[in-house]
């Protein structure tokens, strides 16, 4: 039955048969929205399903039954793909960020004063206030001091709990307390 419609849609393409297709191959879109949003914990399935389906489309428009290719390995590059680049339009770092804090040269890009209240000539650099802290310390305080967020915000872009978000703060703060006798 499915080879039929696989032969008949790649002969004479219609909508009704890539509509068969789609529903025929659902599964494994909605089986691929499951696995990604398992490690994204600020998304649930249904938030990437409609781009793992945009893919699904994607794919069997392209695909070629004659190649030997069985399509749900196809498919799977296509949905993975359309999920990747929904995320990629989600994200509010950029990649040069993203690549930044991955090389630990995050303080290249922080030059902000850590105390405000302070005159100019008694403010150490960003550089020498950050130095040693991990990278999620350093992105919670340059959120929290430099662009004014709330922790519940910091939270929801970290896709960690406002708790945690606060506890790496209070880390980071015991660290910069004890910079003179130990690093973090």
């Not at 090389?103 to 100019?120: E, Y």
């Not at 991990?134 to 959120?143: D, G, H, Q, R, W």
């Amino acid at each position: 039955m499915i080879d039929h419609i696989w032969t008949t849609y790649h002969n004479t393409p219609t909508t009704q048969r890539r509509n068969e297709l789609v529903e025929r191959y659902l599964y494994l879109a909605e089986r691929t929205a499951r696995l990604r949003a398992r490690n994204l914990p600020r998304y649930e399935p249904a938030d990437l399903l409609g781009a793992a389906s945009l893919g699904l489309i994607r794919a069997i428009e392209r695909f070629d039954p004659t190649r030997g290719v069985s399509f749900p390995t196809f498919a799977w590059y296509y949905m993975n793909g359309a999920i990747t680049d929904q995320l990629r339009r989600d994200d509010r770092l950029p990649d040069s960020m993203r690549r930044r804090i991955k090389s630990g040269a995050i303080r290249d890009v922080l030059h902000f004063p850590l105390q405000p209240d302070l005159p100019d000539s008694r403010r150490r650099s960003s550089d020498d206030e950050l130095e040693g802290l991990p990278p999620l310390a350093t992105i919670v305080f340059y959120a929290r001091y430099w662009l004014g967020h709330s922790f519940h915000d910091i939270a929801r872009f970290l896709s960690v709990t406002e708790a945690k978000a606060r506890d790496i703060h209070d880390h980071a703060i015991t660290c910069l307390r004890q910079r003179s006798t130990t690093t973090c």
